[in-house]
């Protein structure tokens, strides 16, 4: 059971735009930024975006997130097939005296 | 660029302790204000932090796997490394060594800061079987 909530799976067609949510409480979300990574089968996760709408240099534009009260989202715009991967958001933890907690991972397909 | 690469038994004994180094190359690992992290994944599952560590001494662990974690930093091999001791087969995962960095902002007359994890080993798969 991860201490935020993501949902298993997501779907779209290419060109469509697919949203992924991220919920926590006021201990994580609800206190420090939001970063999202995106993890291919028998890779490492990448940073995708970081402090809730940050992109690292190389990201693509179609990534973007937001974040509001207790939960955040990532939206990617112009879904193409090698965005099919596993999503996962994180954020640091103020319970406990700090720690990071991640979501369950949300896999995209892309139909 | 800086790159990570962690190494260490692929197998260990249910009880022992896993014992794991990451390498820090394409950069020292004292020249920022950063922390050294290790993530864990069993197959198929999310991800799971497990604890980090700056070159200044600072820790921060999993409160669930506190009373079983120590990570520590040799700044002369440029290395940091984990140790889990009385493994099980949950243990069973392959494990990340990622670099925290920070940035900062500005608001009102406070800083503020906040981390994100940006290099990435390319991970150790760790195997607790008898």
């Known amino acids: 059971q991860s201490v935020l909530t993501q949902p298993p799976s997501t779907s779209g067609t290419p060109g469509q735009r697919v949203s992924i949510s991220c919920s926590g409480d006021s201990s994580n979300i609800g206190s420090n930024p939001v970063n999202w990574y995106q993890q291919f089968p028998g890779t490492a996760p990448k940073l995708l975006i970081y402090s809730n709408n940050q992109r690292p240099s190389g990201v693509s534009d179609r990534f973007s997130g937001s974040k509001s009260g207790t939960s955040a989202s990532l939206a990617i715009s112009g879904l193409q097939s090698e965005d099919e991967a596993d999503y996962y958001c994180?954020?640091?933890?103020?319970?406990?005296?700090?720690?990071?907690?991640f979501g369950g991972g949300t896999k995209v397909t892309v139909l | 660029q800086v790159q990570l690469q962690e190494s260490g038994p692929g197998l260990v004994k249910p009880s022992q302790t896993l014992s794991l180094t990451c390498t820090v190359s394409g950069g020292s690992i004292t020249s920022g204000s950063w922390y050294w992290s290790w993530i864990r994944q069993p197959a198929g599952k999310g991800l799971e932090w497990i604890g980090r560590?700056?070159?200044?001494?600072?820790?921060d662990y999993n409160p669930s796997l506190k009373s079983r974690v120590t990570i520590s930093v040799d700044t002369s091999k440029n290395q940091f490394s984990l140790k889990l001791s009385s493994m099980t087969a949950a243990d069973t995962a392959m494990y990340f060594c990622a670099r925290e960095s920070r940035g900062r902002f500005h608001l009102l007359y406070s800083t503020y800061y906040y981390y994100y994890m940006d290099v990435w080993g390319k991970g150790t798969t760790v195997t607790v079987s008898s």
């Open positions: 560590m700056n070159t200044r001494g600072s820790t």
């Open positions: 994180a954020a640091w933890d103020d319970s406990l005296n700090g720690h990071w907690v």
